[in-house]
Structures are given as structure tokens and as C-alpha cells.
């Protein structure tokens, strides 16, 4: 960590802080445009901080490349990290030409590529808040909470945060395994479930599936791209991101 300068000017960031690995509540104060601390739960002055909502990231604060064009490439990188996606993908474009396009889509592709594989063999249980769109474009039933799912067979499970007893879980999956559907309120509750595989419907649901994705290690079935559902390649994830942050 750097000496302070008690004459530099002086910014306390508060948000989500990425760390080490760690993405926790915390905060970094920053003199002269550089970090020299960096600490977990409320600042040491809460009157005179500064509250925003992403993550922040102190090699990314500290990062500074010449030679792209006259442009800082965290002017890419920052929009990435403010919509919440996970570390290890953003760290594939951080040395890149913020504008570089093709480069980008390969690295963002070759990093999902690992995701994009083979789905669990058997019956599945869909389950989220926005399940019945993924089951509609699958051609498969769906029931919403608290009616309970035919025995047999794929099917969807749509709950939403006015289900306040998700007990009924264990009855509606029978033999299924679960398939996290991320987005709509609510979602968080799959995670709970022990899900084998995940898909997102909804642009804003993106960044949240990549994060459970890549935290569980599960695969990637469905997602938004565009206005489409569709069965998600690595070449997918990286055009869902780019519309997300409206690269051009």
C-alpha cells in the first residue's frame, strides 16, 4: 500500500469491493488518483464517503496503459465492471484495445468456452421466476407456484418473491435435476437448490448467470441473445455481453 499524502485529494469509494479473489461490501480511499487503502465493511468516515452500486476494483482504479489510440482502455473495462461481471472474464480484456472489437469478442468467447458444454443427461427441472419463457421456447410444460409439476418429464417451475414457502421443492423435482433460470425477482432462491446447469432469460439477467456460472463451475444452457432464446455457444456469450454495453 502507498504512503498518504496529507496535501493530495482525497476520494473514499464504497461499494462492492473485488479483492484478492473476494467480492465483499468494503471501500478503497484514493489520493491523487491512487489507492492507498483499501478495507472491508463501512469506511472509517461515512459522512464523507462516496456510495455507488458495481464493484470496484483496485487494480483497476491503479491500472494505466499508453499507446491505445489516445485512449485509456478502462473506458472499456469499467462498463464491464460496472455491470457485474465476473473477474476472471473481465481480466481477458483488461490489456486490450478498448476498441478492438474483434479481439474482444475472442477473448470474452475463449473464456466461455470452458461453460459451453454438454447439458446433464436426464429429466430437468427449469426453475426461476422467468422459467416459463425458457419452457415455452423448449416446447415443455410449466406450473407456477404452489401447483406441483406432472411425475415425468422436463418441465418448468415458475416461482416469484410472493411464494414465501418454496418447500414444495422437493415434491416438484422428484427425479429431476435443477436448472437454474436466472433473472426476474426472486431468482436468488435456486442457488439453494443445488442447480447442475444454468440459462438466463433477459438481458439484465446476464451478468448474474455468468457470476453463478463461473463461481459453481456449472455449464451454460440457454440465454437471451438479442431477442432470441437460444442454446448458448461461446461466440453467444460474448455478443450478449457486447449488446449489453452497447460496444461499437
Known amino acids: 500500500m502507498r504512503r498518504r499524502n496529507p496535501a493530495a485529494a482525497v476520494t473514499v469509494l464504497v461499494g462492492r469491493v473485488l479483492h ?16 492507498v487503502e483499501l478495507g ?38 469499467d462498463a464491464l465492471v460496472r455491470i457485474g461481471l465476473p473477474f476472471a472474464l473481465i481480466d481477458q480484456v483488461v490489456r486490450l484495445r ?6 474482444w469478442i475472442r477473448a470474452i468467447a475463449g473464456w466461455a468456452a470452458s461453460y459451453c458444454r454438454a447439458l446433464p443427461e436426464g429429466a430437468c427441472l427449469l426453475a426461476g421466476p422467468r422459467a416459463m419463457e425458457l419452457a415455452d421456447a423448449l416446447g415443455w410444460p410449466h406450473v407456477r407456484c404452489p401447483d406441483l409439476p406432472p411425475s415425468g418429464g422436463s418441465v418448468g417451475l415458475v416461482f416469484d418473491s410472493s411464494c414465501a414457502d418454496l418447500g414444495w421443492l422437493a415434491q416438484a423435482q422428484a427425479d429431476r435435476w435443477v436448472h437454474a433460470v436466472v433473472g426476474g425477482e426472486g431468482w436468488e432462491a435456486v442457488r439453494d437448490w443445488t442447480p447442475r446447469a444454468v440459462s438466463w432469460v433477459g438481458a439484465d439477467a446476464l451478468p448474474e448467470a455468468l457470476r453463478l456460472c463461473a463461481g459453481e463451475g456449472l455449464p451454460l444452457g440457454y440465454g437471451t441473445v438479442g431477442q432470441r432464446l437460444v442454446r448458448i455457444e461461446p461466440l453467444e456469450v460474448a455478443l450478449a455481453i457486447r449488446e449489453l454495453v452497447g460496444r461499437r
Do not use: C, K
Open 98 to 103: 478498448p476498441h478492438d472489437d474483434l479481439d
Open 20 to 35: 484478492e479473489g473476494r467480492v465483499a461490501d468494503g471501500w478503497l480511499r484514493i489520493e491523487a488518483g491512487l489507492v
Open 40 to 77: 472491508w465493511g463501512e469506511p472509517p468516515e461515512p459522512r464523507a464517503a462516496r456510495y455507488i452500486s458495481g464493484t470496484i476494483s483496485r487494480g483497476l482504479v491503479d491500472l494505466q496503459v499508453n499507446g491505445a489510440g489516445g485512449e485509456s482502455v478502462t473506458d472499456g473495462v
